[in-house]
C-alpha cells in the first residue's frame, strides 16, 4: 500500500477523503479555490499556474491580469479593429 500525500496540507490522503485531480491525491477539504476558499468539486474547478480556481474567480483574475499586463495589448487590438474596420 502506498500512502498518498494531500499537496495542499502534506498529511496522508485516505482513500474515503481523497480526490484525484491531475494525478495528485487532495483530501476533499483541502481541494479549494485559492481566491474564495470555496470547496471546489470535480467539473468545477479551473487549473491555473498550479492553483485551483472556482470559475466565477477564474475569470475576475484574468480580467484583472488582462487589465494588468496588457494595458498596452489592449490599444494594439483597438488599432487593430480600427484599420480592420477602414
Ligand atoms: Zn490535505
Ligand atoms: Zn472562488
Not at 495542499?8 to 491531475?22: A, G, H, L
Not at 485559492?34 to 472556482?54: M, Q, S, V
Request: hydrophobic share 25%; charged share 30%.
Amino acid at each position: 500500500m502506498t500512502s498518498e500525500k494531500c499537496p495542499v496540507c502534506s498529511k496522508t490522503v485516505y482513500p474515503m477523503e481523497k480526490i484525484n485531480i491531475d494525478g495528485k491525491s487532495f483530501h476533499r477539504g483541502c481541494f479549494r479555490c485559492a481566491h474564495c476558499k470555496g470547496t471546489l468539486k470535480l467539473g468545477n474547478f479551473t487549473a491555473l499556474e498550479g492553483l485551483f480556481y472556482c470559475k466565477p474567480h477564474l475569470i475576475q483574475i484574468f480580467k484583472e491580469k488582462g487589465n494588468y499586463d496588457e494595458g498596452f495589448g489592449r490599444e494594439q487590438h483597438k488599432t487593430k479593429w480600427t484599420k480592420a474596420n477602414e
